[in-house]
């Protein structure tokens, strides 16, 4: 039926009345011929799909005519939902930032909706997912409904208030303390104590500003790295102050010098005019529901049900998205957290771009790079998608630096948030030398070798000069081959992608203006370019649906050791600057060492 009737539509509701009708009348059938076991067999099938799809489907996803969508952000936001039984049992209520863009931009043309409210309380996301946050809450105030934000916990910094910003109104709890100081960004520096444990760290950066094999070479940051970063600072400043100044109806002087205000009570922020009132969420829920009949009130999960229901009706023109989340790898993967396996990546683009549905690829990228080979592995899978007709568009995310920009340099368009973090377009070397602190423990350790330099990898002695030497080259080569490859797809000459390069990170605003991406925005704006290049007519209405990996024994292993990442890896995590979910892939990468496209930690 697809082939001889291409742009014949039929929703959900019209296919299953269809199958029961066919069921009904076949019971009826067999009934009149006597058959009253199958006949009544055939109308309890039609009977109960009908009920199924009413308990299943229809009701979790009907919402009041004056509803009231709640929403609760804390800790972490995952960028794509991690499906996993044990997940689901430990934060049934946790939605990716996948499902919250969805539901915040369906709510806002949704005459259903009368108002959005946001809890704040911990939140942990970087710049430029706390700008699209607050982005999506503007879009629903400038449509005409209520937004509040309530700041709920212990402490309020910049990334919080940068989120409720795009509310119409702020609340804070009385006891909420405001740290509003300013920006930081950083990397850890463990030469000093690594060489008390008598352990030795050979590195090869290309070039210059390649500053992720500081954290164990030098003892304070290169006024290259801190030039970078301090660009990356100011361009952030500026994203925070225009949000605010926007957000608050403010003078743009006196939204920046609020910014690096200090510690406030939450009376000192609304004498400041940062926020509008004290008050806690009961006074919310009063004040919008006086006569407390609690129906109108809708958890963000259930609206995200009703705003699926409502939009994902009947055969469209497709748009795929793969979601590239944490540290690039090649081989084997680590036994949880998020990474980007080549492989694995590789399989999702040949099942999208050999789908004859999918009109374009999305591809949404938050990643700090990693393996070289990893990252080749992905912008060949992009390359070949491209082969097949299927245009892929880059949308990044917090980070998408070094292997992360590998990935996406090949894609016919790149955007960007203001705020994210990219470029690094360079190659790092760490190889640790252990050999000493060996020796002071009494371990010795010999080979019987075929050749001179067959040990040179061992983690028991340093490479010799010779070694070193020969290998820089390799790296060069590396470095060589990912600036032609920068030229190739950003469709720049050698001297221009060289320049954009030497391993310096940009923020999203720098990168437009050097020709790394091509138009700033989010996952929304990045659909609207591959709608462009699939060419779609403003008239026809699009679907996303997700390629997601697949998971082991149905996403236990991914899932579960997810969810129960140990507490002092997260401390670490955190100490480093790293999202808890990708630390077990970077200790994976740190560990093995080698030639990495890594990207310097920075704080997000």
């Known amino acids: 039926m697809k082939k001889y009737f291409p742009n014949l539509l039929l929703s959900r509701e019209v296919r299953l009345a269809i199958v029961v009708v066919i069921l ?62 044990l997940a689901s049992l430990l934060r049934p209520s946790a939605l990716s930032l996948y499902h919250l863009r969805y539901a915040l ?6 005459p259903d909706v009368r108002a959005v409210v946001v809890e704040i309380a911990g939140l942990e996301a970087g710049m430029a997912t706390a700008l699209e946050l607050n982005r999506l809450l503007g879009a629903i105030r400038s449509a005409g409904k209520r937004v509040i ?43 000093s104590a690594l060489e008390k444990l008598n352990i030795q760290v050979q590195t090869l950066q290309w070039k210059e500003y390649k500053g992720a094999a500081e954290m164990v070479n030098r003892d304070s940051m290169s006024p290259e790295l801190r030039e970078s970063l301090g660009a990356i600072i100011a361009d952030w400043q500026t994203i925070l102050v225009d949000a605010i100044a926007e957000g608050r109806k403010l003078e743009r002087a006196r939204a920046e010098e609020l910014t690096g205000a200090g510690f406030l009570t939450t009376r000192a922020a609304v004498e400041a005019r940062l926020i509008d009132r004290e008050g806690y969420i009961e006074d919310i829920r009063a004040e919008l529901d006086p006569e407390d009949k609690r129906k109108t009130f809708v958890a963000i999960g259930r609206y995200f049900r009703h705003a699926i229901y409502r939009r994902e009706r009947g ?78 568009v880059v949308s990044m995310g917090d980070v998408a630096g070094s292997g992360g ?7 016919d368009a790149i955007v960007a948030e203001p705020a994210t973090i990219t470029g690094s377009i360079g190659v790092v070397y760490i190889k640790p030398d252990f050999g000493n602190l060996m020796r002071q423990l009494g371990v010795r350790l010999e080979y019987a070798k075929s050749a001179e330099a067959a040990d040179a990898l061992s983690m028991a002695r340093a490479m010799t000069e010779a070694e070193l030497t020969q290998l820089n080259q390799v790296v ?43 138009e ?20 026809e209405v699009h679907q996303l649906v997700r390629y997601s990996p697949e998971r082991r024994l149905f996403g236990l292993r991914v899932g579960m050791m997810g969810e129960l990442m140990p507490w002092g890896l997260g401390v670490a995590a955190r100490a480093f600057g790293v999202p808890v979910r990708w630390a077990p892939a970077m200790i994976q990468l740190l560990a093995r060492g080698g030639v990495m496209l890594l990207c310097p930690f920075v704080e997000l």
Request: aromatic share 6%; with cysteine.
């Open 24 to 85: 009904a009348a076949l019971g009826i059938a067999a009934c009149s011929y006597g058959k009253w076991t199958s006949g009544a067999t055939l109308l309890a099938i039609s009977i109960a799909m009908v009920a199924a799809f009413w308990y299943l489907v229809i009701r979790p996803a009907r919402v009041p005519r004056d509803a009231v969508v709640m929403i609760r952000l804390a800790g972490a936001i995952n960028e794509d939902a991690h499906h996993s039984p």
């Open 520 to 539: 700033l925005g989010g996952l929304q704006k990045a659909v609207e370019v591959a709608r462009r290049l699939a060419f779609l007519q403003p008239h």
């Open 476 to 518: 060069g080569q590396t470095y060589a081959n990912f600036t032609a490859k920068v030229a190739q797809g950003r469709k720049l000459s050698a001297e221009q992608s060289e320049a954009v390069a030497r391993g310096r990170v940009w923020s999203g605003i720098a990168a437009k203006e050097h020709g790394l991406v091509d």
């Open 405 to 411: 920009y590998y990935v996406a340099m090949g894609a």
């Open 315 to 392: 055969r469209r023109p497709t748009i795929a998205v793969i979601h590239g989340v944490g540290p690039v790898i090649a081989g084997e993967a680590p036994p949880t957290g998020e990474f980007i396996s080549g492989q694995t990546t590789s399989a999702q683009f040949e099942r999208a771009s050999r789908n004859e549905e999918v009109r374009a690829i999305v591809f949404r990228i938050n990643s700090p790079g990693g393996s070289a080979v990893g990252s080749d592995l992905v912008w060949r899978a992009v390359r070949q998608a491209q082969s097949r007709g299927k245009p892929v």
């Open 149 to 191: 934000a309530i700041l709920a916990g212990d402490m309020a910094g910049v990334r919080d208030y940068l989120v409720a910003a795009g509310a119409s109104e702020i609340v804070a709890n009385p006891d909420t303390m405001f740290t509003m100081l300013g920006i930081a960004a950083g990397n850890v520096f463990l030469k």
């Open 105 to 110: 931009e369906a709510a806002a043309s949704d």
